[in-house]
């Protein structure tokens, strides 16, 4: 295929807009967009009515939103999961007894780790499923299940409309396993779905706060190290959005739980020290916000990012603040994501380093 980038300097750039549409096609795939009733892929026939455990592995940006995948997974549908990178898993000869389905995550389809992760879970006997970009991968193909994201081409080796229709694929399909083991009835199905079905535009809203987040990049580009904190569903946010980041610009940037501040990273904390919070105003807020405070206590440069009824709070100590609508929790992870990779773009142009093909990187690993 042949792919040129529009009228956008960069494939990033590309793909970070392509995303509305992108995750609106992944979506149609996992809800029957009629009905609101969420489905598995047609042609599949997979069954959550007795999955109880989930093994799931990945690499990189896959394994975030394979952690994303977990709370997913564990909030809506009350179904455990077990986590690992895909380079662990192969290895750690974890007893698997009580494992219902080995789930996979993979943009490419071809990462070396994955795949052997894949076909040492099956030589185990478990029944493996992958959420897979490329159908006509090797994963897609040696994968009992194949969960498709239909995020198109993705040329950038730092992965974005992967992630967020990753990110939609998984969330839809804890709302059906949800249904299937009788933790969800019809009508919280429908609220579910109703809300995923507003990705795209609150992805769109996301989209239009680019100048307030390239404004951020600026000051961003002038640090070497930088912190990114979140908790509950906003925590895989905060480990993606540190992984852009240092893929990108080559800042050193770690993401952590909220919660886990205080053992390890505040000792970090000084004025030179960016520290980016993701909290929407969301079950956990008033935790989050006691440990921005934190921070701010120790002259970390803080930056919120939140909603509306979050930034009405007016949480002290922020340095910046960029604002999303209010939004049901299930869609958030999805919108946030997008504010976070645009930050990473952003530096990375203003620091002049190769955003599509960053160094030392491969868009996929095909060796161990
Ligand atoms: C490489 C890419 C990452 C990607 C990871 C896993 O490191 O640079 O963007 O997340 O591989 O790739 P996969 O294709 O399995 O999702």
């Keep these: 295929f042949y792919v040129d980038k529009g009228n956008h300097r960069h494939f990033m750039q590309k793909e970070i807009y392509e995303q509305p549409e992108v995750i ?53 549908a009350r179904i ?30 071809e990462t070396a780790d994955t795949l052997a992760s894949l076909r040492y879970a099956k030589e ?48 839809a399909l804890s709302v059906r396993a949800g249904v299937e083991r009788g933790v969800l009835d019809g009508a919280a199905e429908l609220e579910l779905t109703r809300a995923l079905a507003e990705a795209p535009r609150l992805v769109n ?10 404004k951020l990049a600026r000051d961003m580009a002038t640090h070497r190290h930088a912190l990114f904190l979140g908790r509950g569903f906003s925590f895989p946010i905060a480990l993606e959005g540190a992984l852009k980041l240092k893929e990108l610009s080559y800042i050193h940037a770690e993401g952590y739980a909220a919660g886990e501040l205080k053992h390890g990273p505040i000792a970090l904390i000084d004025e030179t020290m960016p520290v980016v919070v993701i909290a929407p105003h969301d079950r956990v807020f008033e935790k989050t916000v006691s440990n921005m405070q934190e921070v701010a206590a120790r002259g970390g440069k803080i930056v919120l990012v939140t909603d509306a009824s979050g930034a009405a709070a007016k949480a002290v100590g922020a340095h910046s603040t960029i604002v999303l609508p209010d939004m049901p929790e299930i869609v958030a992870p999805i919108a946030y994501a997008v504010i976070l990779q645009m930050l990473a773009y952003h530096t990375a142009v203003q620091m002049g380093t ?15």
């Design 80 to 109: 455990a999961c077990d986590l690992d990178v895909a380079s662990e898993f192969r290895y750690r000869e974890s007893p698997l007894d009580d494992v219902d389905l080995a789930l996979f995550v993979s943009q490419s389809g």
């Design 24 to 76: 609106g096609h992944t979506l149609g795939a996992y809800v029957d967009l009629t009905t609101g009733r969420s489905r598995v892929p047609v042609g599949q026939d997979l069954s959550f009515s007795n999955v109880r455990r989930i093994a799931i592995s990945a690499c990189g940006t896959g394994f975030y939103a394979g952690l994303m995948g977990r709370y997913f997974f564990e909030r809506y």
């Design 354 to 368: 190769d955003v599509d093909q960053p160094r030392n990187l491969a868009k996929s690993v095909t060796v161990e």
């Design 205 to 214: 809203e996301a989209l239009k706060l680019e100048d307030a987040v390239e």
């Design 124 to 171: 185990q006997g478990l029944a493996t499923a992958a959420v897979v970009n490329v159908q006509e991968s090797t994963i897609a193909r040696e994968s009992r299940y194949v969960l498709p994201t239909l995020a198109g081409p993705e040329i950038g080796v730092a992965s974005t409309k992967a992630f967020t229709c990753q990110l939609t694929a998984l969330a």
